[in-house]
């Protein structure tokens, strides 16, 4: 079996930072692109951010020049800094990672962690 286990998210100010983190663990082969994903209360889940394993960054524009995407590719982790949060950034954070498992062949499957609430608020 293969598990996301996400862990950083809380409550902070506007203008505060925080890190995330997400470690793949279980039965892995290979971990391919692993990203970062947002569901406020009421709204689709949209993504943030996400990083190939050589290391090619992408971001909403709702994150660009204030989040920070990386990996450690020997944990298997995926790391998202947040810096200068704004209410807006108020959701459920989730990790995402394209995965193979062991013994399941060569077809990458995607996974989703149970997520992090962050809340941005005075």
């Known amino acids: 079996q293969v598990q996301l286990v996400e862990s950083g998210g809380g409550l902070v100010q506007p203008g505060e930072s925080l890190r995330l983190s997400c470690a793949a663990s279980?039965?892995?082969?290979?971990?391919?692109?692993m990203g970062w994903y947002r569901q406020a209360p009421g709204a689709q889940r949209d993504l943030v951010a996400r990083?190939?394993?050589?290391?090619?960054?992408g971001y909403a524009d709702s994150g660009k020049d204030r989040f920070t995407i990386s990996r450690d590719n020997a944990k298997n982790t995926v790391y998202l800094q947040m810096n200068s949060l704004k209410p807006e950034d108020t959701a459920v954070y989730y990790c995402?990672?394209?995965?193979?498992?062991?013994?399941?062949?060569?077809?990458?499957?995607?996974?989703w962690g149970q997520g992090t609430q962050v809340t941005v608020s005075s």
């Open positions: 990083i190939t394993t050589g290391d090619s960054t």
């Open positions: 995402n990672a394209g995965i193979i498992p062991t013994g399941g062949g060569l077809y990458v499957r995607n996974y």
């Open positions: 279980g039965t892995i082969f290979r971990v391919h692109t």
